[in-house]
């Protein structure tokens, strides 16, 4: 079982940068039993997209459109620990964010699709104001 818990969250002026963690337990990086994490996102009122994700043997990165350029996915093997650096955020970022995983490959186009991931944080709290 693989359990995720995020934290980083909060309040933040529009072009300010926000580092969202994702603590990751029953895994290590080594074995590469999850293959494919990823950072979601869901405002009021609105589905939850995909922002990014990373291969995690590979480390390969995908990033939505909305966000390429501002947001970097990264992890630390030795720390277990999944990272979301955001820069320049904007309003329109405000969500909560969530940390997923999973240890299927997604076909290529899914990537983003949120019913491939098996495992979820609990959310963390992102709010830009202008």
């Known amino acids: 079982q693989v359990q995720l818990v995020e934290s980083g969250g909060g309040s933040v002026q529009a072009g300010g940068s926000l580092r969202l963690s994702c603590a990751v337990s029953?895994?290590?990086?080594?074995?590469?039993?999850?293959?494919?994490m990823g950072w979601f996102r869901q405002a009021p009122g609105k589905e939850r997209e995909g922002v990014a994700n990373?291969?995690?043997?590979?480390?390969?990165?995908y990033y939505a459109d909305s966000v390429k350029g501002r947001f970097t996915i990264s992890q630390d093997n030795a720390k277990n620990t999944l990272y979301l650096q955001m820069d320049s955020l904007k309003p329109e970022d405000t969500a909560m964010y969530y940390c997923?995983?999973?240890?299927?490959?997604?076909?290529?186009?899914?990537?983003?699709?949120?019913?491939?991931?098996?495992?979820w944080g609990q959310g963390t709290q992102v709010t830009v104001s202008s």
């Open positions: 990373i291969y995690t043997g590979v480390g390969i990165t």
């Open positions: 997923a995983a999973t240890r299927k490959y997604p076909p290529p186009g899914n990537r983003f699709d949120s019913s491939q991931y098996n495992y």
């Open positions: 029953g895994h290590t990086y080594s074995t590469y039993s999850v293959i494919l």
